[in-house]
C-alpha cells in the first residue's frame, strides 16, 4: 500500500509541477521549440485550392504581384496590383464570371496523396504544410464553419487534409497545415472582426487541430490586426496546455500585426526577407524558416516559363545557405487543379533528393557553427556542425586551398560520397585542405560538395 500511495504521490506531483503556459507572449515564449524541427531542416509548403483553377499570375514586376493565389483579391478594382489579372479574366472568362465558379473546375481527379508523399520524400523533406484555408477562405477539410465551401461539400468531394495526413503518417513524414486567420470576402469578417474571430476562425483552427493532430500550424493572413484581436495567445495557450499536440506541435510567428519575428516556435520569411542592412552574415538565436516558391508563384501559375524557375544548382544552394545559418528551407510546389504536381517541380525535387541522398548528413540534425568566418559564404563556403564534427560545404568546385580555422586537428577527413584521399595541412589550430583530383566517374554529387571533419570541434 505504502508503494502505491507513493507512485499516486508523484504521479499527481508530476501533474502540478508540469508548466502550463499562460495565454499572453512572455509565457507562451518560453515553451522551448520541440527537437524535430531544427533536426528537419527541409520540409515541402503545397498551395493548392480554386486558385489552382485559372492558375495566372504576371511573372514580371515584384515579388508579390507574382503571386497566382491571390487572384481573387486582385480582381478586385479597388486593388492597385490587379490590372493585368482583371484583363486576363476578362478576356478568358468575362466579366460576369464569378471567383466562386471556379469551383467547378477543382475536380482533383488525378489527387494520389500516396504518389505525392513518395516525391515529398524522395525529394529528402522531412515535412510538408499543407494549405488547409488561404486568404480566398475556401477550406480543403469538411469545415462546418465554410458550409458549401469546402472540398468535400463541393469540388473534388474530398477531404484533402485527411488523405495527405493519411498518407504522410504512413511514410512518417510530419505535417501541418498553412491556415490564413483573415478571409478578403467573408461578409462577417467584414462586418464584426471579433465575431468573426470567436464564431468563425477560431472554432477551424480547434478543429483542425483535433481532427488531424498536425505538427505545424502556420499562420498567415495576420496584418490587418494585432494578436489580441486575432486571440492568438489565448489559442497558443490552449494549443501548448491542452491539445493533443501540446508536446510535438510547432508554430511560426504570424500571429498578428506585431508578431513578426518576435514570437512564436520559429520565425518566417519569404524570397530572403529575413537580412537587416541586407547583410548575408548575421548569426541568427531563433530558429527560423525561410519560404519560397521554385518560381515566382506559390499557387500554380501557368504563365510560368522555363527562365523563371530556379534551376536545382539554385535550390540546393539556397538550401545549403538556410542551414548554414541555423534555419530551414520550406520549398513550396504549386499542384495543378487536377491533382498534379507538375513535371518541373517534381524533377527540381528529384535533383534536390538526389544531393541529400549523397550530402543528407551534412544537413539534417545539424546546428550553425558560431565560428563561421563573416563573408566565407561569399567565397561558396558553408559550415553545420553536429556534436564534434564539422562538415565544410564547398559550392563552387575548384583546386584552391580550403583553410578553416578555429579548430582541432580532425580525427579523420573524408570528402562525403567519394573514397578518394583527402590531403590536409593542420597548424596553429588551423586546417588547409587541398581538393583532391577527381576524374568523372569519381564525382559524388553535382552543384555542392562535403567536406567531414571528424571530431574536429571542442
Known sequence: MKKLFFCLFMFSFALMSQERYEPVWESLDKRRTPEWFENAKFGIFIHWGLYSVP???????????????WYWHRLNPEDKD???FRTYHNRMYGPNFHYQDFVSGFKAEFFEPDKWVDIIRNAGARYVVLTSKHHEGFALWPSAQSVNWNSVDVGPHRDICKELMDAARKKDLKMGFYFSLYEWNHPLYKQN???YVKEHMLPQLKDLTLRYGPEVIWADGEW????????SEEF???LYNDSPVKETVVVNDRWGSETRSKYGSF???EYDLIYEDDSKDILFTHPWEECRGIAGSFGYNRNENLEDYSSGKELIHILIDKVARGGNLLLNIGPTADGRIPVIMQQRLAEIGEWLSVNGEAIYDTRQWEHAVPGMSKNGIYFTKKEKDLYVIVTEWNKKPVTIK?????KRLTLLGSNKKINAVYKNNTLTIQPPSLEIMDIPCQHAWVYKLENALP
Open 55 to 69: 492558375a495566372w499570375a504576371p511573372n514580371e514586376g515584384g515579388v508579390y504581384s507574382k503571386y497566382a493565389e
Open 82 to 84: 490587379g490590372v493585368d
Open 193 to 195: 472582426v471579433d465575431q
Open 224 to 231: 490587418e490586426h494585432p494578436s489580441r484581436t486575432w486571440k
Open 236 to 238: 497558443l495557450a490552449w
Open 267 to 269: 520565425y518566417t520569411t
Open 406 to 410: 578555429n579548430i582541432n586537428n580532425p
